[in-house]
């Protein structure tokens, strides 16, 4: 991660660290063990819906109605135990070819591929297709006859919502520290922050880029929102919700750049599937 004035990076527990650099670029450099990071279990998913917390699980698919839109909760299929994962709908694009998909976050979903709206009692609305390795970010071809919105649901303060309207480079000017910055799931609703940083996460030849976000999301429950487009000031779609740290509260987004490597481009008008 590059702050102003230091670099903060996290280290295998046996590197030596007297033979790592002090400083980078005329900057300091802080380094931390990866046993003291504290990193959450990727399999620590909502399976359920908590009692005494509301929650959008509203079927949008419900009196004949074929429209979706960005923040929509979707599910993988249900488990031989009776439960499943929850997570959030992403951004519709395109491949070089011009065909139609969706984003998803890759474990919320089972081995089937499948993707129900808003769980498994409710619509199966397609399936993965392809998965953009190292990112967490799965493409999904909905169901013929589906459509889906390039704008999100609307607030208080934006009624009409957000149209998406590209990908973030994700440096500077287009992204620099402390943008504003949103989400709107159905676990958490509407929730501003501000960028803190942006580094990479290397896992063997995989490098994932990252953007260190601060999301005020207080103590709402944003276990779910996995998925969820993080957007600019300007609905620029900067990245996507990874996951919340304990202590300090940070979130983590993937960077929307890694579609754009993976040759796909955000969909600028409603589709038809």
């Not at 790592?20 to 063990?33: D, E, F, H, S, T």
């Not at 459509?147 to 994700?170: A, H, I, K, M, W």
């Not at 996995?226 to 304990?246: M, N, P, Q």
Request: aromatic share 8%.
């Amino acid at each position: 991660m590059s702050f102003d004035g230091f670099f903060r990076i996290v280290v295998a527990d046996d590197v030596d660290l007297t033979a790592l650099p002090g400083r980078i670029a005329n900057q300091g450099v802080y380094y931390q063990r990866v046993s003291d990071e504290q990193f959450p279990d990727p399999s620590a998913l909502r399976l359920k819906p908590p009692s005494g917390v509301v929650q959008d699980d509203h079927n949008y698919l419900a009196d004949g109605n074929t429209l979706l839109r960005p923040g929509v909760m979707v599910s993988s299929s249900s488990l031989p135990n009776g439960q499943w994962k929850s997570t959030t709908s992403g951004i519709p694009v395109m491949d070089l070819s011009g065909s139609p998909f969706i984003t998803v976050a890759t474990h919320g979903f089972n081995p089937d591929d499948e993707v129900w709206h808003p769980n498994p009692k409710g619509t199966m609305i397609g399936k993965i297709v392809h998965s953009i390795s190292g990112t967490d970010i799965s493409l999904v071809r909905l169901t013929k006859g589906l459509r889906y919105v390039n704008q999100t649901f609307g607030t208080l303060d934006e009624p009409e919502g957000t149209v998406l309207n590209g990908l973030s480079p994700g440096y500077q000017p287009h992204l620099q520290k402390f943008d504003i910055i949103s989400m709107n799931n159905p676990f958490s609703g509407r929730a501003d922050g501000r960028v803190l940083a942006v580094g990479i996460k290397i896992e063997g030849k995989d490098v994932m880029h990252h953007d260190w976000l601060y999301m005020d999301v207080g103590t709402e429950p944003v276990d779910g929102s996995c998925g969820t487009a993080i957007l600019s000031d300007e609905g620029t779609v900067v990245g996507f919700f990874r996951y919340k740290l304990k202590d300090p509260q940070h979130c983590y987004a993937v960077s929307a750049l890694e579609l754009r490597e993976g040759k796909y481009e955000i969909c600028g008008q409603e589709m038809e599937f």
